[in-house]
C-alpha cells in the first residue's frame, strides 16, 4: 500500500485552504492509482508555534512534544499533495514553519502541489520546489493551480465582507491535472522505497 498525504498549507480561520483540501482529498480518493491509499493533514490540528526547537531538524532530535506529534503525522507516509495558497508571492508562513520542523520524515519521498490564489498561487509552489530540493523530497511536474476568481463562485455573496471565501468551484480540468499529478507522486514515492530503505540502514548502522 502507497499511502499520501494532503497536507494543509494554512492554518487561519476562513481559510480557503478547508474546501480546496476536501476536494483534493474526495478526487483523490476517487483518482488515486489502484493501491493508493490518501489521508489528509490538516496543519491546523498541530498549532505548531514559530520554529522552537533547539537543535535543526536534520539531527533528528525533538525536545517538544508538538514536534514529535507532527512527525509522527508526516513520517508515516510514502508521498505528499501540498494544497497551498501564495502570501505575498511567496511560502505561506504556517507551511514553511512546519515544513522546517523535520526532515528525514521529508526525505526520499515525492511531493505534487495543489496551489490557488488570483494566478493560481504558482509563485509559492515555485519556492516550494526550491525547499523541496534541499529536503531530498522530490517534486512532480504536474501541478492543479486553481484561480481565486474563476474556481470560486461568488454569486450573491457580499464582497465587501474581508472573510468572504467564496463557494469553491473548480472548473472540470482540474481534475485531470489532479489525476495526473496523483500518479506521477504514486510512481515516484514508490520508486523510491529503496531509496528509503537504504537511507534506514545507514542510519541503524551509524547508531551501532
Ligand atoms: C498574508 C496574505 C498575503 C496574500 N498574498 C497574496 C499573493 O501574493 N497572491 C495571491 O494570489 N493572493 C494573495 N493573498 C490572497 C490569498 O490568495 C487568499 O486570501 C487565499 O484565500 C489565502 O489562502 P487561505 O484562505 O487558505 O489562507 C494573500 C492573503 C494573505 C492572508
Known amino acids: 500500500m502507497t499511502r499520501l498525504a494532503i497536507v494543509t498549507g494554512s492554518t487561519r480561520t476562513h481559510r480557503r485552504a478547508e474546501a480546496v483540501a476536501d476536494w483534493v482529498l474526495t478526487s483523490a480518493r476517487k483518482a488515486a492509482p489502484e493501491g493508493v491509499e490518501v489521508e489528509l493533514v490538516d496543519l491546523a490540528d498541530f498549532a505548531l508555534p514559530v520554529l522552537d526547537e533547539p537543535a535543526p531538524a536534520a539531527w533528528g532530535i525533538y525536545a517538544h512534544e508538538h514536534t514529535k506529534r507532527w512527525s509522527q503525522a508526516i513520517a508515516g507516509f510514502d508521498g505528499y499533495v501540498f494544497v497551498t495558497p501564495e502570501y505575498n508571492h511567496g511560502v505561506p508562513g504556517p507551511l514553511k514553519n512546519a515544513i522546517d520542523y523535520l526532515y528525514s520524515e521529508w526525505n526520499h519521498k515525492a511531493v505534487g502541489f495543489v ?44 464582497m ?49
Open 115 to 158: 496551489s490557488y490564489g488570483v494566478n493560481g498561487g504558482v509563485r509559492a509552489v515555485e519556492q516550494l520546489r526550491q525547499i523541496a530540493a534541499e529536503l531530498k523530497l522530490a517534486d512532480v511536474a504536474a501541478q492543479v493551480a486553481l484561480n481565486s476568481f474563476t474556481d470560486f463562485d461568488y454569486t450573491d455573496i457580499d
Open 160 to 208: 465587501t465582507d474581508p472573510t468572504v471565501t467564496g463557494v469553491f468551484a473548480p472548473d472540470e480540468r482540474h481534475l485531470d491535472d489532479l489525476a495526473a499529478l496523483l500518479d506521477q507522486v504514486t510512481v515516484w514515492s514508490r520508486a523510491l522505497a529503496p531509496v528509503r530503505a537504504r537511507a534506514a540502514e545507514e542510519l541503524t548502522a551509524a547508531q551501532g
